[in-house]
């Protein structure tokens, strides 16, 4: 007689409907800026891959100075917050990139000023 196995735990699993991560977003109130959570796995890499180009580098609409932050800063902002922020989003893009499993969400991201 076989022996029975204890059946494994139910792993949770993401809803794989992009509409269903995009979040204060609409085809018909598209935000200036949207920020793109990400999983913790995902690398920088592989973010700035998935968002189909560079991530706007500010974290604030009027940064103290002309110059964005460099690459290894922003690798290492990105390395503890996993998001990115993008500009002047269009539907299709963001209904591209929330279909992405490593994206958790994307939101409207008002920027403030720097402190």
């Known amino acids: 007689m076989p022996k029975s196995s204890a059946a494994?735990?139910?792993?949770p699993t993401r809803?794989?409907?992009p509409l269903a991560r995009i979040h204060n977003v609409t085809p018909h109130a598209m935000p200036l800026f949207a920020s793109i959570l990400f999983t913790p796995?995902?690398?920088f890499d592989q973010a700035v891959a998935i968002i189909?180009?560079?991530p706007y580098p500010w974290t604030c609409d009027e940064p103290r100075s002309p110059v964005a932050p460099s690459r290894a800063d922003q690798r290492a902002a990105f390395a503890t917050a996993h998001w990115l922020i993008i500009s002047y989003?269009?539907?299709?893009?963001?209904?591209r990139i929330a279909a992405a499993?490593?994206?958790?969400s994307v939101e409207a991201a008002p920027l403030?000023?720097?402190p």
């Open 89 to 95: 989003p269009q539907w299709n893009q963001l209904m």
């Open 15 to 17: 809803n794989p409907d």
């Open 112 to 114: 403030y000023p720097c």
């Open 41 to 43: 796995a995902t690398t």
């Open 52 to 54: 189909g180009g560079n």
């Open 8 to 11: 494994a735990p139910a792993t």
């Open 101 to 104: 499993p490593q994206v958790v």
